[in-house]
């Protein structure tokens, strides 16, 4: 089988990685990749994964060459293809892809489309109003007593979402989306979340239009510093699975969130095939959906990918035909830990091409796998390209074997101005740890 993967970042390369032991892989490409991901062999014939330096935002072009390589099956990993449609143009070509379709990926791309879908099915979260006038959303702030959370509809690269404490801080934020367009045409609209307290989650089901397989928890870091602390980035770190839930509340949880999400799809319309990961908030009240995405995210998929004993071309196959019900989700009882390993500046400005060292040593340690995000190779050398670099990633037998592992592992490599959270996990662990 020919498969495509689109993207280039550490969810890419995980991506490209599982699919790569499945018997079923003969020969994968990646559009456009990274060092890392053009360095993965097929498990079936020893082959070399081969990158095509294609943006995953060009469609004619990805659907030119998915003609020309005969891909069998592709496979998006970013939201913004997904948003362009993509699934949509290669499905009127007659051509097999993985992801949700233009109107499915507006879970993502459109919070006000999200909170309203949540509000009609009964799919619990945030008190919130959803707004195109900055006056009625100054006021509404001033209903939830100014502390409240600011959303730009649209996609805004994780950026625009604007936390407040009080009125003054409310109405800021909103004059600098709605008023401002610091996010640009994504600010037409808003969204005004009360503000929730509570210990955060990120949840994951794999989707086929009618059942959803729910994963098991994972927790990002999306904080750049230690103890939360920072800008908030694209993620620096997670772990799986968390001890938040329990296997009976995560039945629970499925129960109210994917049973509803699933009805409300086909009520709407919606064929919703592809990956759902809402963002959870865990308040006293229960678990409230923050946020939806509508594709894996990064780096939660490094950590379930490690874990997931499935083959994974058979799932995602499954998922476009309407076959899940079939299958059976397995994963390892193993704990995985994954550290992002970042550029100095990270998220704000950073130098690229910097030397990395020590990747052979790191990949070689048991149960280890470094995950690319901004690698390239450059005079032979491997060496730094983006933000996030690399996602350490390491399976333990508890969470403090595998975080030990993640953080050893790490020791190993180096890049002039490298940049890591040194406390990924610890808020599951007690203090002492
Ligand atoms: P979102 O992109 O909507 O998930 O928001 C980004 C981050 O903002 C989330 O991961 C949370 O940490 C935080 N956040 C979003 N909505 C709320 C809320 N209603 N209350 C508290 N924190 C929130
Ligand atoms: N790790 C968060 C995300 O992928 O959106």
Redesign the pocket.
Known sequence: MNILVIGSGGREHALVWKLAQSPQATRIWCAPGNAGIAAERLAANGALVECAPISAEDLPALLAFAAAKAIDLTVVGPDNPLALGIVDLFQTHGRRIWGVNQKAAQFESS?VFSQNFMEKHGIPT?A?GTFDDPVAAKRFAAKLGGR??V?ADGLAL?K??L?CENQAEAERAVDEIMVGRAFGAAGARTVI?????GM?VSLHALCDGHTAKLFPTSQ?H?RALDGDLGL?TGGMGTYSPTPFLTDAELAEVSRQILEPFMHGCVAEGIDYRGILFP?V?LTKAGP?V??FNSRFGDPETQVYLTRLENDLVELLEASVSGTLGNLELKWRPQTAVCVVLASGGYPGNYAKGKVITGLAAADALPDTKVFHAGTTLQDGQMVTNGGRVLGVTALGNDLLAAQSAAYAAVEKIHFEGAQFRRDIAAKALPPQA
């Open positions: 919070k945030a919130a409240c959370v959303k994780g625009g979402v936390m979340q009360e503000y929730l307290a955060e990002d999306k908030n963002g908030m409230k923050l946020e």
